[in-house]
């Protein structure tokens, strides 16, 4: 796995009451990954960019919603969610200390 790659794997990360609540109560963080990224690629790509240990990273895929757009049905893009466990001891602050 070459550097470039791993800085292109997480896409950001996915704040919302659900993802809070499992960084809160199991140092769980949730991110936005590419479609083709793999868990060891999550894994170091995590490790690379916040310098933490990974324990768990578990995998999901959400099918984008079929939604109507104007006379046209569609749908809305998929995305696929990593779920990253952290070693004890280890934190990811997304709010810079303040």
Known sequence: MNKERLMQVLVGPVVS???????????????????????????KAVELMFDVKVDAVRVVNIKGKQKRFGAVMGRRNGVRKAYVKLAEGNDIDFGGGA
């Open 17 to 43: 009451e659900k993802s809070t609540n499992a960084a809160d109560a199991g140092r769980q963080f949730v991110f936005k990954v590419v479609p083709s990224a793999t868990k060891p690629e999550i894994k």
